[in-house]
C-alpha cells in the first residue's frame, strides 16, 4: 500500500505516516497554483478500486504507482492552473453520490460514477472542502456544500476551518487535512487544536473509525492523504 502527501507536510506528520504505507511525496513546480503544487486531491481522484490520475501526475510518482503493483488509469485533462482547471481531479465520491461542479469534472471519473447520483456545488476544488465517510456521510468546511448535502437529505457535519493551517493563505479546508484507508481516519495534525475537534472525534468515532492523529500540532490541509492499494 501506499499513501501520496504533500511533500511540504509537517515532517513529523510525513516520518508518522511512513509508518503505516509507503509514503510518496508530491510536489510540482509551474504545473497548478503554487499553494496546490503539492495536494494529491488536484492529480488524483481516489475512486476505489481504482483511481483516476491526472495525465501530468509526476513521473516519479506514476512510477513509484507502478513499481507498488497500483492498478489506476488517466484521466482526460491535464491538471492546470486557476479555477476550475486546477479541479478536474477534485471530486468527492462516496458509495452513492458524487459531489463537484460537475462542469469541472474529468470525463473518466464521470464514466467511473455512471450509477452515482450527481450533486452539482459552485466549489470546485470540493474535495479540499469535504470529506465523504461510509454510510454516506459527510464532514465539510464549505457552507454551499453543506447545504446541497443537507438538501439531499444526507447526513453532514459543518466544521469552521480558521484553525487549520494552509501556507500562503489565512487558513485551509478540512478534507484536506484528512485521509481514508479502510476503517482509520488519518488526520494531519491533532483535532484538539480545532474549536469543533471534540465534535468532529465523536461524529467520526461513532461511525466505528480509528483516528490516527500524525502530530501533535494545529490541522494542516496538504491536499489529503490519497491511499490506494
Do not use: W
Not at 492498478?71 to 481531479?89: I, L, S
Not at 453520490?97 to 471519473?109: F, K, M, Q
Not at 450533486?119 to 472542502?129: A, E, F, G, P
Not at 481514508?180 to 467520526?204: H, P, R, W
Amino acid at each position: 500500500m501506499i499513501v501520496l502527501y504533500d511533500a511540504r507536510m509537517p515532517q513529523k506528520a510525513a516520518e508518522a505516516l511512513a509508518y503505516y504505507a509507503t509514503a510518496v511525496p508530491l510536489i510540482t513546480h509551474g504545473v497548478t497554483d503554487d499553494i496546490l503544487s503539492g495536494h494529491p486531491d488536484v492529480f488524483c481522484c481516489n475512486i476505489e478500486p481504482v483511481p483516476v490520475v491526472a495525465p501530468n501526475m509526476p513521473l516519479p510518482v506514476v512510477q513509484q504507482m507502478q513499481q507498488c503493483g497500483i492498478d489506476f488509469v488517466f484521466g482526460k485533462q491535464n491538471t492546470g492552473q486557476g479555477k476550475y482547471a486546477n479541479a478536474h481531479y477534485n471530486a468527492v465520491v462516496s458509495e452513492n453520490y458524487i459531489l463537484h461542479h460537475i462542469a469541472s469534472t474529468d470525463e473518466s471519473i464521470l464514466c467511473r460514477c455512471d450509477t452515482h447520483k450527481r450533486i452539482n456545488v459552485k466549489q470546485s476544488l470540493t474535495r479540499c472542502t469535504t470529506i465523504a465517510l461510509k454510510n454516506n456521510m459527510f464532514i465539510t468546511s464549505d457552507g454551499g456544500v453543506y447545504k446541497q448535502l443537507k438538501q439531499n437529505c444526507l447526513n453532514v457535519m459543518y466544521v469552521e476551518c480558521r484553525d487549520i493551517l494552509l501556507p500562503g493563505v489565512k487558513y485551509g479546508c478540512i478534507g484536506g487535512c484528512m485521509g481514508l484507508c479502510e476503517d482509520t481516519l488519518f488526520v494531519i495534525g491533532s483535532m484538539k487544536y480545532c474549536a469543533q475537534g471534540d465534535k468532529m472525534v465523536n461524529f467520526v468515532s461513532n461511525m466505528g473509525y480509528r483516528i490516527i492523529e500524525l502530530y501533535d500540532g494545529p490541522l494542516y490541509d496538504g491536499g489529503s492523504l490519497c491511499f490506494m492499494q
